[in-house]
């Protein structure tokens, strides 16, 4: 960013939430199923039907709101939001405007470094609208309404976001937390995570904020930084060149990596909201938010403390073991099987991480299991494996569902720590380098590495490392 100028984001990010039926209606929510398999009288909009509030996505936003340290307002209610879409076919959709379920919140992220607070304006539920298709029709399109009616949670940040990447922080901490607590399972590719960014530049130093643009149509992680980055860089161009940016919504291109203008101020839908005369307001008692808060999970920013504080574990790894419960769940495991915290967190953050990614798996699908890494440390910490072939051993583990007692035997890969047989092997690497004796004898140390190589490389990498290496110091000092 050109250093004259600040940015101002804020957030609005849609999040579905995982309930199994949808929010005024019993249909299923189950994604991938054939079009307008899923719909109801209620759903496609026939006149005359009434809504009936889902508990359970009632219950989520309570929930949501709670983790991000909102206000539970104690009497809320829905608001009709009328547009004319095809996706729509009631002709408005059901959302909150003026009494939304949750307000004044905040979350933490931590950037280079820094904690920074992000606040959250309010928190509101609504129906998700449908989906048109536009391919494989020839002149027309399709509508599925399937997603109709599909619960959502809007959750909007102050204007207090300064960074592409805090953005993208941002982003995934909701995600974290949204996880967490079980109520929206954060798949981005499927469109249960969805963002628009407002963004506006301003000169360091000025109190007012910009005008700003609203991006639509972001959908991961990568994108949200990308496409602000390049709002930022398109704004300040504007200014720079004494031209005036203009309020309007943009469209971001993942394509091109670029925004296109979609309508302007001007063109921005006037939504007449009004109260939902189908659903009654909410009153929520505090006895029921109380039992909700008892029920809450230790959320993410506890169990990172924690894990620095209880297993005296750095803050990156602690970061990276808490982002997802189930990886919280397994490290805990290992540790409770008596597996040493930093030696557990190497070999999750390593090579687990390594072997999942490369076939695109969650830990959840993963089918090691913490008793078998614990075991298989134990092996390095009894000299029966050096750590070399552990990763070895470790792979094998992965890929086969063995043991690693089974692994090392099969494969015999126990470590030699002979000394007759190390010895035997050092003196033939000796006697075999007469030339590079010399020249470690004469001064050239480096030449150590040389010689433990060759050692490693005849005993095909399992001689004990440091007897290896003192027997050398020995016999060459
Ligand atoms: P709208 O109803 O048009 O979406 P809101 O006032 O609800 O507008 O704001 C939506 C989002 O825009 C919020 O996340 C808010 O923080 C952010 N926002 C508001 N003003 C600005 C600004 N000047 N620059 C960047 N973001 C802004
Ligand atoms: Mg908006
Ligand atoms: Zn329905």
Redesign the pocket.
């Known amino acids: 960013m050109s250093g004259k100028y600040e940015a101002?984001?804020?957030?609005?990010v849609h999040a579905q939430m995982s309930t199994d039926t949808k929010i005024f209606c019993g249909c299923s929510t189950k994604f991938g199923s054939g079009p307008n398999t899923q719909t109801c009288q209620v759903c496609i909009g026939m006149p005359g039907v009434l809504p009936v509030l889902n508990k359970k996505a009632f219950e989520f936003s309570i929930k949501t709101g709670l983790a991000t340290n909102c206000k539970i307002s104690p009497y809320s209610r829905f608001a009709r939001k009328n547009y004319f879409y095809p996706d729509l076919p009631k002709g408005y959709q059901i959302s909150q405007y003026e009494l939304p379920i949750c307000e004044h919140g905040h979350v933490e992220i931590v950037v280079d470094g820094e904690v920074k607070r992000i606040g959250i304006?309010r928190i509101h539920m609504e129906e998700d609208a449908g989906k048109n298709i536009h391919e494989g029709g020839g002149p027309y399109s399709f509508v599925d309404l399937n997603r109709t009616g599909v619960p959502l949670m809007e959750i909007?940040?102050?204007?207090?976001?300064r960074s592409p990447k805090e953005a993208a922080e941002y982003m995934k901490k909701l995600r974290t937390i949204l996880r967490y607590l079980g109520v929206c399972d954060g798949n981005m590719e499927q469109g249960s995570l969805r963002c628009?960014a407002?963004?506006?530049v301003r000169p360091i130093g000025q109190k007012e904020?910009?005008?700003?643009a609203?991006l639509k149509n972001i959908n991961s992680f990568r994108f949200v930084e990308k496409a602000i980055e390049y709002e930022i860089k398109r704004q300040i161009k504007i200014l720079e060149e004494g031209g005036k940016v203009m309020q309007e919504t943009r469209l971001w291109d993942s394509a091109a990596g670029v925004t296109h203008s979609m309508r302007s101020k001007e063109e921005?839908h006037d939504y007449r909201y009004f109260p939902e005369p189908d659903l009654v307001p909410m009153v929520v008692s505090g006895q029921w938010v109380d039992e909700i808060k008892s029920s809450l999970p230790e959320l993410p920013d506890a169990k990172r403390e924690r894990f620095v504080s209880d297993y005296g574990l750095p803050e990156y790894d602690a970061d990276f073991l808490t982002s997802e419960k189930a990886v919280a769940t397994w490290f805990e495991e290992a540790f409770k099987l008596g597996g040493q915290p930093k030696a557990v967190s190497n070999w999750m953050m390593g090579d687990l991480t390594r072997l999942l990614n490369e076939e695109n798996k969650g830990i959840e699908e993963c089918t090691l299991k913490p008793i078998q890494l614990v075991e298989m440390l134990k092996l390095i910490d009894n000299g029966t494996i050096s750590g070399k072939t552990a990763k070895t051993v470790f792979e094998e583990m992965y890929k086969t569902g063995k043991d690693a007692d089974a692994v090392v035997k099969e494969k015999g890969l126990v470590q030699i720590s002979d000394s007759g047989a190390i010895e035997k092997a050092v003196d033939e690497i000796i006697s075999k380098n007469s030339k590079e004796v010399e020249r470690f004898k004469a001064g050239d140390e480096k030449l150590l590495g040389f010689f433990v190589g060759q050692i490693m490389k005849a005993t095909k990498g399992k001689a004990n490392p440091q007897m290896v290496n003192e027997l050398l110091k020995k016999k060459l000092g």
């Open positions: 101002v984001i804020g957030l609005e304006t909007v940040s102050e204007p207090d976001i628009d407002n963004v506006s904020f910009g005008i700003r609203e921005a």
